[in-house]
């Protein structure tokens, strides 16, 4: 695959060690790993060359042109435990997958419809065995914390480009995650005013 459809996200490294270090404890020993919105593809190719082998990935997107720039960074990483990137909308009611033992998702939720974050819960609630982890990365509004000046900043350019985007607040994050199933989550701050968010499926209630 020709190297002119490889995107590239320059936050991918600048970001892509201090997420694999705090990623890395929260995955399986060995099964597979749904990245919803991989993007540009940097950060799946990255995650799982620090991995082993019985650790498989499954990347994902809705646009074709970032599914085009995943399979091309996979294909040029060498890396062989990635498979073919899904085309994969968070918001829809059903996912074209129907187990993976952990979901990561970096930086979707602020520019997306609420919808897509409602939708994330909803189908890693579905895919995920009791226990198995859901791992977000982004900047949020934290109650009790200042709001940094630049994620202020990235805020009112998210909504000016579109409504329905914005930085989110934990606080309504976690009640969604909870509706939908998980636990209140680990909390990690990260560099440059971002969190990332461990959140752990619980088990269906029996009836």
Partial sequence: MSDDVKRIAPAAARNRDAIRDVLGP????????????????EHVVHFAA????EVEFQPSDPDPRARA????????SGVRNVRPALALDASAAGWPIDHADAVVCINMIHIAPWAAAVGLFAGAA???PPGGKLFMYGPFRQTGHPFAESNRAFDMDLRRRDPAWGVRKLDDVTDLAIASGFTQPVIVPMPANNLSLIFARQPVPRG
């Fill in 69 to 76: 720039s995943i399979d091309a960074w996979v294909a040029a």
């Fill in 26 to 41: 929260h995955l399986p020993a060995r099964g597979l790993v749904l990245e919803v919105a991989s993007g540009s593809g």
């Fill in 126 to 128: 579905r895919i995920l």
């Fill in 50 to 53: 620090a991995c082993g082998a």
